[in-house]
């Protein structure tokens, strides 16, 4: 079955509200660049995606792979590498349901939350393996913290899509 995609406008939204989700949440977590780059990650669009990163509710997922480096073996070179999965498919499907709420303040929240997941895995706030119940609490901790990274943007627009995330 066909997925609604992201344009190539939409695509450069993406881009200012990734650089934005890394400043700001760069700056909460006090980290320098060498730190931030200690946390692996690509953030990936649906036409990227392999099947099993695709959700059918989700508006973004993160999965973990252990990685090495071509013609390393030992465990000392792997690392591991966190993949943002954009679901342009359901945030398009949002945004239609949604009016009020735009591209751009959504995908700051949206990459702003997994960006915060991968610093409290990264830093072992918490673990990736986690039981439903652990996810669960962790999804309201870092939906605290994201909002709490974005409340210096001042921005409404921002503001829209905590309420509508409170409510949902």
């Known amino acids: 079955m066909a ?8 695509k450069s939204t993406i881009q200012e509200a990734v650089l934005i989700a890394e ?8 980290l320098s660049s060498s730190q931030w780059r200690r946390s ?18 989700a508006l973004a ?3 973990k792979y252990t990685c090495c480096l071509p013609g390393r073996e030992l465990r000392s070179a792997q690392f591991d590498l966190y993949r943002i999965c ?7 499907k949002t945004l239609e349901k ?4 735009l591209l751009l303040p959504l995908m700051i929240y949206v990459i702003t939350h997994e960006l915060v997941h991968i610093v ?4 072992f706030h918490h673990l990736f393996e986690a039981t439903a119940e652990e996810r669960k609490l962790e999804e309201k901790r870092v939906h605290s913290l ?21 409510s949902c």
């Open 3 to 10: 997925r609604r995609q992201f344009t190539g406008s939409d």
């Open 23 to 30: 400043e700001v949440t760069s700056d909460f977590f006090k």
């Open 40 to 57: 692996r990650y690509d953030i990936l669009t649906l036409e990227s995606l392999w099947d099993e990163e695709i959700s059918t509710h």
């Open 61 to 63: 997922q993160l999965a």
């Open 86 to 92: 954009l679901q342009d498919h359901n945030i398009l």
């Open 98 to 101: 949604e009016t009020t709420l």
């Open 120 to 123: 409290r895995f990264s830093y």
């Open 146 to 166: 994201t909002q709490e990274i974005l409340v210096p943007l001042r921005s409404p627009k921002i503001r829209d899509i905590t309420l509508y995330y409170n």
